[in-house]
């Protein structure tokens, strides 16, 4: 079974400022992929990066970058130049080639200030 | 493109009365799951459907919830009886078959009252 522990239920950051959301994660499987979603109110999980974990290069998408640690089991989100729309739950989650069920941490709150 | 296309956004009603929530998968997708958000959580796996079988209904409460997808596209998930710990948020979602590696869709969810 994947675990997902995401252990900052609230975050803050200034407009134009740099955050960095964390991710802890366990499994066994050797073949997974670890992706960040965001949920805005309208409650539509959107996809904001993904990364295999066969692939020792962190991913990025414009103002979105992981950093991977897979020794660690660690995967964090780095959202860089923050917009107010960024402001929203963010959500880790792992998927397996077995279980082909996505499982997610907790969620943290990201707020977006002036 | 349509996206996941889920009903009703909203349902508020009283325990131990049925409900039912409706959903449309983007065209071609032939994975299917429904997921349930309580309060403060992340979404957790309910049933999934490859086509018209599911292959992994492990978490779902069989006592009262039941799920179909009729001709391997549209789905339903009912209550019956609902009762309040069944709050929450029911989400949809889609991908092509052995591409949820890839992406995973979501619907806009749909948002369960039980008084």
């Known amino acids: 079974a994947q675990t997902v522990t995401q252990s900052q239920p609230e975050m803050s950051v200034q407009e134009a400022e740099t955050v960095t959301l964390s991710c802890t994660y366990d499994?066994?499987?050797?073949?997974?992929?670890l992706f960040w979603y965001k949920q805005p109110p309208s409650r539509q999980m959107i996809l904001v990066i993904r990364?295999?974990?066969?692939?020792?290069q962190n991913a990025t998408e414009n103002r979105f970058s992981v950093n991977f640690q897979k020794a660690a089991k660690s995967f964090s989100l780095k959202i860089s130049d923050s917009q107010l729309g960024d402001a929203a739950m963010y959500f880790c989650?792992?998927?397996?080639?077995?279980?082909?069920?996505?499982?997610f941490g907790t969620g943290t709150r990201l707020q977006v200030t002036l | 493109e349509a996206g996941v296309v889920q009903s009703p956004r909203y349902k508020i009603i009283e325990k131990k009365q049925p409900v039912a929530f409706w959903c449309n998968p983007i065209?071609?997708?032939?994975?299917l799951y429904w997921y349930r958000q309580n309060l403060g959580q992340g979404p957790e796996l309910l049933i999934r459907y490859e086509n018209e079988e599911a292959v992994d209904d492990s978490q779902l409460p069989k006592d009262r919830f039941s799920a179909e997808r009729l001709k391997g596209v549209d789905s339903t998930l009912k209550i019956q009886p609902a009762e309040l710990g069944d709050s929450a948020v029911y989400l949809c979602?889609?991908?092509?078959?052995?591409?949820?590696?890839?992406?995973?869709?979501f619907g806009q969810g749909t948002r369960l009252t039980v008084v």
């Open positions: 065209s071609g997708h032939n994975t």
């Open positions: 990364q295999e974990a066969y692939k020792q």
């Open positions: 989650a792992t998927i397996t080639g077995t279980a082909s069920k996505l499982t």
């Open positions: 979602a889609s991908s092509w078959a052995g591409q949820a590696l890839v992406q995973t869709f």
């Open positions: 499994t066994s499987e050797s073949d997974y992929y």
